[in-house]
């Protein structure tokens, strides 16, 4: 969400794009600025959702929220203050879920960070996470690298269990972040999901990250890269796309831009492109070439 349009914006490209779902920031992701609710252009925004078929879309917290520094009490308690705001504003633009990373223990170990994630769900200002809380905080699967929290399926079932409220927690699942973690989700889907079944229950993945990869899996490195170009492969992530267990959970694409090879300064959204393809069911080796020539 960006310029006058905000909200409005955000449909208006998902519309552009052929989607039927969408996930947004409610601002820049990398600070805390925002607009005031009213500013967000929020009943014109729903007015073109329901003009096109589009039902539920997702909100993602921002990256700088970090319940699992226990470095720094300033950072967590931004984080805590903020997450609580960023509640405050997907309730009011009637989204049902927000992504969060679970954050990083920044050298402090696992133990550590994942306690403090507790403790700022639990607590915070004016408690972040309560029986009416109106959404839902779908933690992200995480691909590993540095201190992330959520590099495996038990870690996440630990903050699980020490959520007094735990019935508003849900999961995103991200196949690029699942892969490169070291799950086998190319080959085994279904044996990754029956272990994610047996820890916290297939049902609690409330939206997926549609993400392929740059790295072999169990890399831990988090490059994601075009649907079906990269390490993980079209027909797997269509396997997934289409899997019966999770035909009605939101699936969403983090692509990268496709950068003109003729203006290093340049790159385009793949998305509408990307959309066609998964809709059609067919890979097409060209589909970046024509992204670069739809943007010419």
Not at 102 to 110: F, K, L, Q
Request: with cysteine; charged share 25%.
């Amino acid at each position: 969400m960006s310029g006058k349009e905000m909200m409005l914006g955000s449909v208006k490209d998902a519309v552009a794009f052929g989607a039927n779902t969408f996930m947004l920031y409610t601002g820049a992701p990398q600070n805390t600025r925002r607009k005031d609710i009213s500013e967000l252009r929020i009943q014109e925004a729903h007015e073109l959702m329901a003009q096109n078929g589009i039902e539920e879309f997702v909100v993602h917290a921002p990256y700088i929220i970090n319940l699992a520094n226990t470095v720094n009490p300033a950072t967590y308690e931004i984080a805590v203050e903020f997450l609580a705001k960023e509640i405050d504003r997907a309730t009011a633009m009637g989204s049902q879920t927000i992504v969060l990373h679970p954050g990083s223990h920044v050298g402090e170990g696992v133990d550590k960070g994942i306690a403090s994630i507790v403790k700022g769900l639990n607590e915070g200002l004016n408690t972040v996470l309560t029986a009416d809380t109106p959404v839902n905080i779908a933690l992200e699967t995480m691909a590993g690298k540095g201190s992330e929290i959520g590099r495996n399926f038990e870690e996440l079932a630990r903050i699980y269990d020490g959520v007094s409220h735990n019935d508003k927690l849900r999961v995103c699942f991200d196949t690029c972040h699942t892969s490169d973690a070291g799950y086998d989700i190319i080959h085994d889907f279904d044996g990754v999901v029956e272990k994610f079944d047996r820890l916290i229950g297939k049902d609690q993945i409330a939206v997926f990250h549609m993400n392929d990869s740059k790295n072999e899996p169990g890399a831990a490195k988090d490059r994601h890269e075009n649907f079906g170009f990269g390490k993980i492969g079209f027909e797997p992530l269509m396997y997934i796309m289409n899997h019966p267990d999770f035909m009605e959970v939101p699936k969403i694409l983090e692509s990268p831009y496709i950068k003109d090879p003729e203006n290093s300064k340049k790159s385009y959204e793949p998305f509408k492109r990307e959309i066609a393809m998964i809709r059609n069911g067919k890979f097409d080796p060209k589909m970046r070439e024509k992204v670069v020539e739809d943007n010419r």
